[in-house]
RNA sequence: GCGGAGGUAGCCGAGCCAGGUCAAAGGCGACAGACUCAAGAUCUGUUUCCGCAGGGAUACGCCGGUUCGAAUCCGGCCCUCCGCACCA
């Protein structure tokens, strides 16, 4: 198979149209979706596993007869394109000349990427350009997918849709307005993404709550800012920085001393500290300070390893139990003691131990204080007690005390919370990145029980694919909150209650799935209308009755009978990072939007790809585009790779041996195929024959049950290898090839085209021409007979037979020239039933005597329900074919005391 | 830490839910033989150890338990992977 010729029935399929399905009430309809892709960048091996697996399983409902929708679209809300986009337009030379390399793969001309690269200044002609090149690289791997119903998240349709439905959640109560913490620029005014921190993608920013304690003074009080309020009581002295600036605000009616950097966090953040002066903390020095709740008075030090940007730029110390305290009191000379307050489990690593252990030098030791700092943090927090140092906190667990401690100082007027970064952070222009509270955030309320008890009801009606993901899921819903659901940037659809917000990205890929249905008519009511007013989507989605058709009756009703016959999705195939975000509101959203019969009712999920054994990435070197894999190794040897190589849900390694071996295999087959000749009359069946014929029915059956359970690995692994092992046993045992294909072939490239479709057409044709396209062909319903069952069970029974002639051989190293098989008769078997069935007593006592016999092969005894002898006599030359002997068959042997023939183990004589 | 999944022969990977028919499917690799001048491809066989008649011993992360019987059930331990949110 070349490209040329797989291209040429890509051709004929989009010509033919059968991938395009329309209403048939005749047939079962199948609607398989996965999750668009983000429209930024061209797809690699990975992203095309899921799509494969998605078609093999499409083309699998096909061949069984169903009508099979498997529609797609593109994303390209939010903030990635944008942020490309500006990159673009800022004249950023590495990012040009990065995918100036990266255009070389679509683009023929210097010309044509230049005049691309300039166009990509506008958001739309990188999603343009980046979906163009999905839809080749797709239509190119054979996918069998509806490209008519085809849409992108930029559009006004569909930013329509999602409006409506945000209007529908609205009504449901379940959009709601609060305050959240956020990363945000202050120069650039800005919340900052992910892609827009500098390092942000290798190196995440999170965001953590501290506790600022406040020491009194007597004429100022100093605002210590702490991650571990617990730890108050294990206070020694407070840290400044020798080289911050410093202000003195107020707060709360008090003057309190925080770093310059500090004011604009806490004003950002609603904290209100008003009046700031400078004040040079240094005078401070060696003040005495009150401990808050202990009362305990502490003098203040400085110490460089302070950081004014982090927190309020000033610390207490807890040497006791922060390495960093620990090391600043040792450089420091200051002459003052830990102080113990939290026990451990014995054996737990301490500050102490973990200075010796990892010779940490002092507070320049940054990695090794931040190692750790980490560990001393995780044992401390998950199994330390408050020790009887801790007054009223005493015997609580670490967790209890933060809790309590921080909510008693809270209260008592002594501290308040503030957010600050996981680590210092810039924008990609170089600003500092802070937290602030955003106070009108909105978002969807996905805690509501009402909400959450539909969504378990919901997921406990559908399947998972492997089964334990339903169980996850279940937790993932009991563990959803509030998700913020719009922000002030990025590309999408504007939030319908506030012109200001845009509806983020993630929250506008609910219940798409739905629009594929019916698009068609949507599209053609959008362009008389210019709009499509939410009632019309409420007509047509939730069937509620509309008065006024706007002029679109008939699109309207077209619309309402295609959501009718499609909705909902029979399986959602996608990979796993989904799961705890997308698949959950995927599944959420149906349940507050959807009565029960729109419900989704699969959910498969594929696993990773890597490619020679690591991680895709682009640092690695070892990113693979789809758009290679049509030139370099046809679609179809892609397709049986990503099909064969791994269960769906496991992880697939896309390396040249594997490759290798599949091809190989592959190539196998296609020349068994192409040598076929229809013989010019069907022989009477042998044993062979037979055989192959019913074991192919099985293989057949095997690959049905595990197509529909989505084991697609296992499915055509049956109907592809065990198919061809079976045709080498049968040719072995001596029947025709010919022969042997003519009963099975049409069938076999049925089954077969899921994976492999373009061979699977062109063998079709050879070999059945005039019989119209394999792909629309539909697999027969013959199962496996009760006498398909004996032959299979007749030849491994044979089989068995010969593999224990060989042990002999082996065992014994002579060669011989004649074998004799003597088969158990009537009394042996009523023998062995008495003694499987524990009625001993029934036999004769010459009877009883072969018991001994019995137990030392009883491993081995099988009764069956095909006859022994007459599966020897048919199965006497395929014996005498493999061993090389002269075999001879007798039955009913009388019983002896030492050796006797039973059930499924007939006595061998070699000589 | 929490939640989830998992550790099976040289490698990948079934089996485990419903314990015996499991020395454990299938593939890859390796080895031997056939074919060939030769290599490749293909075919046949072998691939834990012992065994001159189809047998035995030891094995499915480690330790222990239940059972006549455990890769499969239970408990403990060790290790690996994934998710832990506003990011697509």
């Known amino acids: 198979m070349d490209p040329k010729t797989e291209h040429k029935w890509q051709e004929r399929w989009a010509e033919e149209g059968i991938f395009e399905p329309g209403i048939d009430p005749g047939k079962r309809k199948y609607l398989i979706t996965v999750p668009y892709p983000y429209a930024n960048d061209s797809l690699h091996v990975g992203h095309g596993r899921t799509y494969s697996t998605a078609d093999i399983v499409a083309r699998f409902h096909r061949i069984m007869g169903e009508n099979v929708l498997f529609p797609m679209a593109f994303h390209q809300s939010g903030t990635p394109i944008l942020a490309f986009a500006r990159r673009m337009a800022s004249g950023d030379r590495d990012i040009r000349e990065l995918y100036r390399e990266h255009l070389k793969e679509y683009l023929g001309s210097a010309k044509e990427i230049e005049n691309t690269l300039d166009s990509f200044t506008e958001p739309a002609a990188i999603a343009d350009f980046f979906s163009n090149v999905i839809i080749n690289d797709f239509k190119k791997l054979g996918f069998s997918i509806d490209w008519s119903r085809q849409f992108n998240t930029a559009e006004e349709i569909y930013q329509k849709f999602v409006t409506w439905q945000f209007h529908r959640l609205n009504d449901a109560g379940l959009i709601k307005k609060g305050s959240y913490p956020i990363l945000f620029c202050n120069e650039e005014g800005n919340a900052v993404g992910e892609d827009d921190i500098r390092d942000g993608d290798v190196d995440k920013v999170s965001i953590e709550e501290l506790t600022v304690v406040i020491f009194k003074g007597k004429s100022v009080s100093l605002a210590a800012a702490s991650l571990r309020p617990e730890t108050i009581y294990g206070t020694t002295n407070v840290w400044i920085s020798p080289e911050g600036e410093y202000v003195k605000c107020s707060w709360n009616g008090a003057s309190i001393v925080i770093s310059r950097n500090a004011l604009e966090k806490l004003s950002q953040q609603g904290i209100s500290v008003d009046d700031p002066e400078p004040i040079s903390a240094r005078e401070l020095v ?195 909150r509030e998700r913020p659901c719009a922000r002030k940037r990025g590309l999408g659809t504007r939030f319908p209650f506030d012109n200001q917000w845009v509806i983020e990205s993630l929250s506008d890929s609910t219940i798409y799935p739905a629009l594929y249905t019916c698009i068609v008519p949507i599209r053609k009511i959008h362009s008389k209308l210019g709009d499509v007013p939410p009632e019309i989507f409420d007509h047509i989605f939730l069937g509620k009755p509309l008065k006024d058709k706007h002029g679109c009756s008939g699109e309207i009703e077209e619309a309402s009978r295609l959501f009718k016959y499609w909705y909902g999705v029979d399986i959602r195939i996608t990979a796993i990072p989904h799961f705890s975000n997308h698949l959950a509101f995927y599944l959420m959203n149906h349940a507050a939007l959807f009565p029960a019969d729109r419900y989704p009712g699969a959910i498969a999920i594929s696993g990773l790809v890597t490619s020679q054994g690591a991680k895709i990435s682009k640092s690695k070197g070892n990113v693979v585009s789809l758009t290679k894999i049509s030139g370099k190794y046809t679609a179809d040897i892609y397709r049986l790779f990503m099909a064969v190589s791994a269960d769906t849900s496991s992880v697939v390694d896309w390396n040249e041996t594997d490759l290798a071996s599949v091809r190989k295999k592959y190539d196998q087959f296609v020349n068994l195929v192409e040598e076929f000749h229809h013989p010019p009359e069907k022989r009477k069946g042998s044993f062979a024959q037979d055989w192959f014929e019913a074991s192919f029915r099985q293989r057949l059956s095997s690959f049905k049950e595990n197509m529909e359970k989505m084991r697609v690995r296992d499915g055509v692994v049956s109907v592809f290898f065990d198919v061809m092992n079976d045709l080498r046993k049968a040719e072995a045992m001596g029947a025709d090839r010919n022969n042997l294909f003519s009963s099975i072939l049409s069938e076999w490239l049925i089954a077969i085209s899921c994976a492999i479709p373009h061979t699977a057409e062109s063998l079709w044709q050879k070999h059945f021409p005039g019989m119209g396209l394999v792909s629309s062909a539909i697999l027969g319903t013959e199962g496996v007979s009760e006498k398909d069952r004996e032959l299979i069970e007749s030849e491994a029974y044979l089989q068995g037979i010969i593999e224990d002639v060989r042990e002999i051989g082996r065992v014994t190293g002579r060669t011989y020239s004649r074998l004799e098989l003597r088969v158990s008769g009537a009394e042996h078997l009523a023998i062995a039933k008495a003694i499987i069935s524990g009625k001993t007593e029934t036999l004769s006592p010459s009877q009883r005597k072969v018991i001994g016999d019995f137990m030392k092969v009883r491993k081995n005894v099988r009764i069956h329900d095909f006859d022994e002898y007459t599966s020897l006599r048919q199965g006497k030359e395929i014996l005498e074919k493999s061993l090389g002997l002269e075999v001879s068959i007798s039955r009913s042997v009388p019983t002896q005391t030492d050796k006797n023939p039973w059930p499924g183990r007939p006595l061998i004589f070699l000589s």
């Open 286 to 480: 060696r003040h005495e300070f009150e401990v808050p709740l202990t009362g305990s008075r502490v003098k203040l030090f400085e110490s460089t390893f302070v950081e004014p940007a982090f927190g309020t730029g000033i610390v207490y110390s807890v040497p006791g139990h922060s390495i960093w305290d620990f090391a600043a009191l040792q450089e420091s000379g200051v002459g003052l003691h830990p102080i113990k307050i939290i026990d451990v489990v014995s054996g737990s690593e301490t500050v102490e131990s973990l200075v010796e252990s990892l010779k940490i030098s002092g507070t320049r030791d940054k990695v090794k204080l931040e190692e750790a700092t980490q560990i001393v943090y995780k044992s401390e927090f998950y199994q330390g007690k408050m020790n009887s140092l801790n007054g009223p906190y005493s015997g609580l667990t670490v967790t209890e005390a933060r809790e309590k401690i921080r909510a008693d100082l809270v209260r008592d007027g002594s501290a308040f919370s503030m957010y600050e970064t996981s680590r210092p952070a810039q924008t990609r222009t170089g600003y500092p990145v802070i937290v602030a509270v955003m106070k009108d955030q909105w978002f969807i309320d996905y805690s509501a029980p009402w909400l959450k008890e539909k969504a378990h009801k919901l997921v406990e009606g559908m399947s998972f694919y492997p089964d334990q993901y339903k169980k996850s899921m279940h937790e993932v819903i009991d563990w959803l």
